[in-house]
């Protein structure tokens, strides 16, 4: 049986950008991507830390290092300065639960990586 199971997260990153005009979802920095194995358009899951909301979308590849943005319907959520949490779960089956490692990035105030966890 497949359950899901969160496989990484990007701690507390800062909204840089948010822009009910523009197509697409959330906007995650190509480096942290890479970094985290995330594709784009990848089904993500955000909560915002400054007012509560949680809402599940879609990764897309920001060019510009430290760039979080929330896109189209998701802008109406949080504003630029808010803190998130992105996660990105994958479905296991019990052999792979047993050797799984959630992969976790921690960013400081400036969006750069303070700590990694994997």
């Known amino acids: 049986m497949l359950r899901p199971f969160c496989r990484c997260k990007i701690?507390?990153?800062?909204?840089?950008?948010?822009?009910?005009?523009?197509v697409g979802s959330m906007t995650i920095p190509e480096d942290i991507m890479a970094r985290l194995d995330v594709?784009?358009?990848?089904q993500v899951e955000v909560a915002n830390i400054n007012n509560g909301e949680r809402w599940t979308t879609y990764a897309i590849t920001g060019k510009k290092a430290g760039h979080y943005a929330l896109n189209g319907a998701a802008a109406h959520l949080g504003k630029i300065g808010d803190?998130?949490?992105?996660?990105i779960f994958a479905y296991l089956d019990e052999k792979e639960v047993a050797?799984?490692?959630m992969k976790i990035v921690f960013l400081d105030a400036q969006n750069k990586i303070a700590k990694m966890q994997d």
């Open 11 to 22: 701690h507390q990153a800062t909204v840089t950008d948010a822009n009910v005009e523009y």
């Open 39 to 42: 594709r784009e358009g990848e």
């Open 83 to 87: 803190r998130i949490i992105i996660m």
């Open 99 to 101: 050797a799984h490692r």
